[in-house]
Nanobody
Framework: QVQLVESGGGTVQAAGSLRLSCAAS????????MGWFRQAPGKEREFVGRIRKSDGRTNYADSVRGRFTISRDNAKNTVYLQMNSLKPEDTAKYYC???????????????WGQGTQVTVSS
């Protein structure tokens, strides 16, 4: 059983930056691919990006590609989401998740954190 805890959310002005962290415990972190998802009020949860367990390759949603970067530190059991050039439409609750597969689909992820709120003001 893997436990995930996100941190680093907050309120930032448009064009600003935030870095989210997701700390994992209870499992072998390096065995899992990690994903970031977000959900805005009244909207479905959407894929933001993911990072593979083996080679650290990443994949991003079109809406964030070039602005967001995912990285992982297996020694610290932590995955990061660096968010630059933030826009008001990035406002959402951000979740990290773990999977044994390689997928952009939230249903493929077995473990989820509680989320951290990101609010971007214009």
């Amino acid at each position: 059983q893997v436990q995930l805890v996100e941190s680093g959310g907050g309120t930032v002005q448009a064009a600003g930056s935030l870095r989210l962290s997701c700390a994992a415990s209870g499992g072998t972190f390096r065995f899992y691919a990690m994903g970031w998802f977000r959900q805005a009020p009244g909207k479905e949860r959407e894929f933001v990006g993911r990072i593979r367990k083996s080679d650290g390759r990443t994949n991003y949603a079109d809406s964030v590609r070039g602005r967001f970067t995912i990285s992982r530190d297996n020694a610290k059991n932590t995955v990061y989401l660096q968010m630059n050039s933030l826009k008001p439409e990035d406002t959402a609750k951000y979740y990290c998740a773990a999977t044994n597969s390689v997928s952009n689909n939230a249903r493929s992820y077995d473990y989820w954190g509680q989320g951290t709120q990101v609010t971007v003001s214009s």
